[in-house]
């Protein structure tokens, strides 16, 4: 059974940062993509990065390249995002998502809150 | 704005049938594969079609997908007031380096 479970979410003050990760389970860790997608209070879905299979190549949605950093340890099956310069509309739910191209498999997500 | 345009809301009778489209361009849904999720409340997102038209094991057949030109289109037959969700469409975007897109999502109720 696929199983990803994100963890590192909080409340963080803007400008602060934050590390979250995703650990998996029950499936061939090595051979998908990882993506983060996150959800805004009363918003809909908004796709962050994705790192392939073998951890050499990250892509990032544009308003989060250059202050979010993905990286995975396969030795681990751990996916890792690095939350930097955070603002307040960073606000969100992060998913984690693991498929062979497209996210096909998700966790239920860790809350990141910017706030003074 | 979503790179991909979902109407907002659609409604049906339990029963009935429902369509929700899904209208993108030619650098993401005319060129690559359009996946579609169900999104509950506190739960995590579910992956209902994926290559267009592929449904996941698990998934009934009561839920289908299709793919025309710049357009995608999930099906949704028999309504069940369990399908009550919100439902997104998600593909890749090709005019930048790899980005995923997802449409601005979809929230369902069966009167």
């Known amino acids: 059974q696929v199983q990803l479970v994100e963890s590192g979410g909080g409340v963080v003050q803007p400008g602060g940062s934050l590390r979250l990760s995703c650990v998996a389970s029950?499936?061939?860790?090595?051979?998908?993509?990882l993506h983060w997608v996150r959800q805004a209070p009363g918003k809909g879905l908004q796709w962050v990065a994705v790192?392939?299979?073998?951890?050499?190549?990250?892509y990032y949605a544009d308003s989060m390249k250059g202050r979010f950093t993905a990286s995975r340890d396969n030795s681990k099956n751990t996916l890792h995002l690095q939350l930097t310069s955070l603002r307040p509309e960073d606000t969100a739910m992060y998913y984690c998502?693991?498929?062979?191209?497209?996210?096909?498999?998700w966790g239920q997500g860790t809350l990141v809150t910017v706030s003074s | 704005q979503s790179v991909l345009t979902q109407p907002p809301s659609v409604s049906a009778a339990p029963g009935q049938k429902v369509t929700i489209s899904c209208s993108g361009s030619?650098?993401?849904?005319?060129?690559?594969?359009v996946s579609w999720y169900q999104h509950l409340p506190g739960a995590a997102p579910k992956l209902l079609i994926y290559?267009?038209?592929e449904r996941p094991s698990g998934i009934p057949d009561r839920f289908s997908g299709s793919k025309s030109g710049t357009s995608a289109t999930l099906d949704i037959t028999g309504l069940q007031t369990g399908d009550e969700a919100d439902y997104y469409c998600?593909?890749?975007?090709?005019?930048?380096?790899?980005?995923?897109?997802f449409g601005g999502g979809t929230k369902l109720t069966v009167l």
């Open positions: 790192v392939s299979y073998d951890g050499t190549n990250q």
């Open positions: 030619r650098s993401n849904i005319g060129n690559n594969h």
């Open positions: 290559g267009n038209n």
């Open positions: 998600g593909t890749w975007d090709n005019r930048q380096s790899a980005h995923v897109v």
């Open positions: 998502a693991g498929g062979r191209s497209l996210p096909d498999n």
């Open positions: 029950g499936f061939s860790f090595n051979n998908f993509a």
